[in-house]
């Protein structure tokens, strides 16, 4: 849970991305509890400590990673992207020992590395942490971990359509898979209505469709309606990608990226419709009353 340090100041974290995925943390301001080991004998662990929010007590929901010297002194610990954490958010701490971990506060991020990433032909899970500062003032992580993934790119919302180009990741052919697939516009208030559009192959892992709105608000009966966007491979054992754009550093793009909802005739009435993102970062359109 995020609530405030009301302690004293609280250590901070710097943090730098690198562009498979990893982060380094380097650790400043941290007065640690208890007195320090004697010469020549071995102390309590530091550890940097990342729980996941939310989520019950368990070995998934923990990572513990070890803090060493840099070469400045100041701690530093290393996540790599090959460490699996499982999505969601993550709180950061430090823990000295057996002692009661401590919240982190952000420090000075680089994360240059993150910006219009391109990860490179792979078929392992798709690793993407964002460290973020929370409404209290807090340092956590925001964790995708997706095979295969769609990321979403240029988005255009007019004259009635949605038109969508993308980049698919995390699969062994990419125009192979993208060449059988199809997209689906999946409603969750009805898991029967389902509209189907072909992708267009721009290369061998860009794609692009339209989606007609109209479409989608057919069979609509007034109020919210949501449709997630999936892209869906024809074999019957092959995972579908989720549309969804993470590889940045923006981790909450709900409140930051907005596109204009268009008006669309509805048997049941007046209706409008428009593509947005969700908490998770997800793609979807809204269909709502105009």
Not at 60 to 81: I, K, M
Not at 148 to 170: C, D, K, Q, S, T
Not at 245 to 274: N, T
């Amino acid at each position: 849970m995020d609530i405030p340090d009301t302690a004293a100041a609280p250590p901070r974290a710097h943090c730098v991305a690198d562009s498979a995925g990893g982060l380094t943390f380097q650790v400043s301001d941290w007065v640690r509890p208890g007195p320090a080991a004697a010469p020549g004998e071995a102390g309590p662990v530091d550890a940097l400590v990342l729980v996941r929010r939310g989520a019950d007590p368990g070995a998934e929901d923990e990572v513990r990673l070890p803090l060493a010297p840099a070469e400045d002194g100041r701690p530093q610990a290393a996540l790599p992207s090959t460490v699996p954490l499982p999505e969601g958010r993550w709180d950061v701490h430090v823990a000295h020992g057996d002692a009661e971990p401590r919240r982190v506060a952000p420090g000075l991020n680089d994360l240059r590395s993150l910006v219009d990433r391109r990860p490179g032909p792979s078929t392992s899970p798709l690793s993407v942490r964002i460290p973020y500062p929370t409404k209290h003032g807090n340092l956590s992580l925001r964790s995708w971990r997706r095979a295969p993934h769609a990321e979403a790119g240029e988005i255009r919302a007019e004259g009635g359509e949605l038109a969508v180009r993308g980049r698919l990741y995390r699969v062994g052919s990419p125009a192979e898979w993208l060449a059988g697939a199809v997209v689906e516009a999946r409603c969750r208030r009805d898991a029967s209505r389902v509209w189907t559009g072909k992708p267009v192959l721009e290369d061998d892992t860009e794609f692009s469709f339209t989606l007609p709105l109209a479409e989608l608000a057919e069979g609509w009966k007034g109020g919210e309606e949501a449709w997630d966007l999936w892209l869906r491979p024809a074999g019957p054992d092959a995972a579908p990608a989720r549309l969804a754009r993470i590889l940045d550093d923006v981790p909450d793009k709900k409140e930051i990226f907005s596109y204009p909802a268009q008006p669309v005739a509805a048997p049941h009435g007046p209706a409008k419709a428009g593509p947005y993102y969700t908490t998770n970062n997800d793609l979807a359109v809204r269909v709502e009353d105009a």
